[in-house]
């Protein structure tokens, strides 16, 4: 019977710890487009082809998604990016902007 329970109890918490995420990641879809992120990148075929962005949820983190929102000019620094022009620092964007938009980066990955 408790087994039975915490099964149930855990099964009802990731159901909803999914349905936020799926929330964020949409959220995310729409920072990306309000901030006209396709002018420079694009995501199945879709914008810019000389910033793909279809498989970056598996190559970079949370936190250098989020690095590469906040700080591009160090990002691009660190990395010896040769892309120009450089991207710009999303520095305006709400803390809550930046983590949709990051949730929605690390989303995008390759099947």
């Known amino acids: 019977m408790i087994r039975t329970l ?20 949409k959220k995310g879809e729409a920072v990306y487009g309000a ?16 910033g793909p962005l279809d498989d970056v949820g598996s190559k970079l983190s949370a936190d250098e998604i989020h690095q590469w929102i906040v700080a591009a000019p160090e990002m691009a620094a660190k990395t010896k990016s040769t892309r120009k022009p450089v991207m710009r620092a999303y520095t305006a964007l709400s803390k809550e902007d930046v983590q949709a938009l990051v949730a929605y980066m690390q989303s ?4």
Request: aromatic residues 2%.
């Open 6 to 25: 915490v099964v149930c109890a855990l099964t009802l918490a990731s159901t909803a710890v999914y349905a936020q995420d799926a929330a964020l990641v």
């Open 35 to 50: 901030q006209k992120c396709m002018v420079c990148h694009s995501i199945a075929g879709k914008g810019n082809q000389k």
């Open 108 to 111: 995008l990955k390759k099947s």
